[in-house]
């Protein structure tokens, strides 16, 4: 029988200052004005007509990402947040977190996105270095970014996150452990320490920069786990750390499995529809263009569909394998409706290559299985 998940709400917002070499997120450069009003009355319209479908539903966390969020005013922040409020219910405490890019922010824009509701940041660090952060087509220095860091800080936000990544071009293991000790420097509760990957359609992937080779790549993440490791993180996901209690509320009920509703151009959605023994996909329609135009008609949505029973199986076990806390077959039947034995055989093998191990019938994912999490997943594709 199909249960509940937790609620969540991801919120897309399409632009930045300009588009960086390595990046594949669904962003444009912005040339000329940010469309700041029509877009907020765009996400509330967006959010309106998906209310139908999880009605009497609280929400546990909100996320603003992007693109760079961080473009929009506090006091768009602010009205986005009240209208959100105003038609759905937030648990006390709800996490609700903006990704901001250090080019993007002054001083005093922090304490006021605090005033809005925003209880966490992700800061877009990246790096320290400016050699690298140019590399990487970033539009800011070393310096700025730590002052970025600085000014969350000082605004009083003690839940925020940096983004870093490793294995860039030319980088030496020292460089990678330089920038990880700048970034513990400041304490952080949570660190998302992601490895340079070359994805297609973007400029990196017409003009490939030289990374380091794999040997020097495994090097810099032993080394820079154990420093991570050191400073109090723990890696509770492939790519995420945190302290204790300090885990992304918002991103665990993904890899959980968890609902999301996904607003804004091109986001993402999953609903469960217990009633109608089901779980449906939407997707937005991807281009910020298109998308403000569906103000006029309220057609934001580009594609909802159900998952198949054997796609099912395949996206909870590629959320879930990614977390490090160890997971039941109960939850597979709760969160997919399916019987607990579907997914035995899959479940044998793994167990057999030594990429799952299982204690008092709890699977979890072994340091074999993370290091080969893509052939690990591809155990349960239909
Ligand atoms: C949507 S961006 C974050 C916010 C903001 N746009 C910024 O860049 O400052 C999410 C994060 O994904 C990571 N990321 C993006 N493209 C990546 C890639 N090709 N390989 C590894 N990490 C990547 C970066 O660390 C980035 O900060
Ligand atoms: S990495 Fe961030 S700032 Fe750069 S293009 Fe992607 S979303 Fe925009």
């Keep these: 029988m199909l249960q509940l998940p937790p609620l969540s709400l991801y919120i897309h917002f399409p632009w930045c200052v300009a588009k960086c070499p390595y990046c594949d997120f669904n962003s444009h450069a912005l040339n000329g004005e940010l469309p700041e009003e029509r877009y907020i009355d765009a996400l509330l319209a967006d959010l309106e007509l998906d209310l139908p479908r999880v ?9 603003m990402g992007g693109g760079t969020p961080s473009l929009f005013s506090a006091a768009a922040m602010d009205r986005l947040l009240s209208g959100v409020r105003a038609r759905l219910p937030l648990a006390p405490g709800a996490e609700i977190t903006l990704e901001a890019n250090p080019g993007t922010v002054e001083h005093d824009r922090f304490e006021a996105y605090r005033e809005a509701g925003i209880n966490r940041v992700s800061l877009g660090i990246q790096s320290f270095n400016d050699r690298h952060l140019k ?35 030319g980088q030496t293991p020292a460089e990678a452990l330089a920038d990880l000790d700048r970034a513990l420097d400041f304490g952080p509760p949570h660190l998302s320490h992601y490895q340079l990957t070359i994805e297609p359609n973007t400029v990196f992937a017409a ?27 723990q890696a509770y996901e492939v790519s995420a750390w945190a302290r204790p209690g300090a885990m992304s509320r918002h991103n665990l009920n993904y890899w959980r499995f968890g609902d999301y509703l996904g607003l804004g151009a091109g986001a993402h959605g999953k609903i469960t529809l217990p009633a109608e023994q089901r779980i449906l996909r939407t997707r937005r329609k991807s281009h910020p263009r298109p998308y403000l135009k569906a103000l006029d008609d309220l057609s934001f949505i580009a594609e909802e569909k159900t998952v198949e029973e054997a796609d099912l199986v395949f996206e909870f076990f590629l959320n879930r394998l990614r977390l490090s806390e160890a997971f039941g077959l109960e939850e597979f039947a709760a969160l997919t409706g399916l019987s607990p034995t579907r997914p035995a055989a899959a479940l044998d093998r793994a167990l057999a290559l030594d990429l799952l191990s299982v204690r008092d019938e709890r699977f979890e994912t072994t340091a074999h299985g993370r290091r080969y999490l893509n052939d690990l997943q591809a155990l349960f594709l239909p």
């Design 55 to 63: 009605w009497g539903r609280t929400v546990h966390s909100i996320f």
């Design 135 to 169: 590399t990487l087509g970033r539009i800011h220095s070393g310096g700025e970014a730590g002052r970025a860091v600085a000014a969350v800080k000082a605004a009083g936000f003690d839940n925020y996150n940096l983004d870093l990544m490793w294995a860039l071009p």
């Design 207 to 233: 003009r490939p920069p030289v990374l380091p080779d794999e040997d020097t790549a495994g090097d810099m993440q032993e080394a820079c786990a154990e420093r991570l490791t050191a400073a109090g993180l």
